[in-house]
């Protein structure tokens, strides 16, 4: 199950890194989730929409991977003891703001029994699982400014943009080790 992230690069700096994300992985009645936040529709940047946890790397912070694991437990209560394993991180993508390089950073978490959304930075918490992520038919794109972009609806937002090609390189490391 756990297989397909051996593929993983490991975490590196990147050039021009200013952000990281947590794609936090847990395994759950023999299924793999994700956690995942809808932000709040007030929020001054990035306003609904569906992301991984995480935000700026900060000069107090070890890295994009000490960035990611501060802001996860800040944004859904995740303590840190329960990221069991850093498992390597997704080719870094540019947010809307192509100055904004963004180091997605895949960890293999204990999914405590409560998590606690921080209410200014967090609406709601969804956790998919990976095989309903997989089904194409639930996905839609769209051509955005010449570029393909990816969508994909839960009841509680759309997943698109950035995260959406994190979560579309994620879903390539499942789809190559079937085939």
Do not use: K
């Amino acid at each position: 199950m756990w297989d397909p992230l051996t593929a993983l690069a490991p975490v590196a700096p990147v050039r021009g890194m200013r952000a990281a994300v947590l794609v936090p992985i847990y395994e759950e009645a023999g299924a793999l989730r994700l956690i995942m936040t809808r932000r709040p529709d007030d929020m001054r940047r990035h306003p609904g929409d569906v992301v991984f946890p995480g935000g700026m790397i900060e000069p107090g912070d070890d890295g994009p991977t000490a960035a990611a694991i501060r802001e996860t437990t800040e944004e859904i209560g995740l303590p840190a003891e329960n990221v069991r394993e850093i498992l390597g991180a997704l080719e870094p993508v540019n947010a809307r703001a192509a100055t904004l390089r963004i180091v997605p950073i895949v960890a293999r978490v204990d999914r405590p029994v409560t998590l606690v959304p921080h209410p200014g930075e967090v609406a709601a918490i969804i956790e998919p699982r990976i095989t309903d992520l997989l089904r194409d038919e639930d996905w839609r794109t769209s051509n955005w400014g010449g570029h393909t972009m990816w969508f994909y609806e839960f009841d509680e937002g759309v997943l698109w943009g950035a995260t959406a090609r994190m979560v579309r390189n994620l879903l390539g490391l499942f789809r190559r080790s079937e085939g």
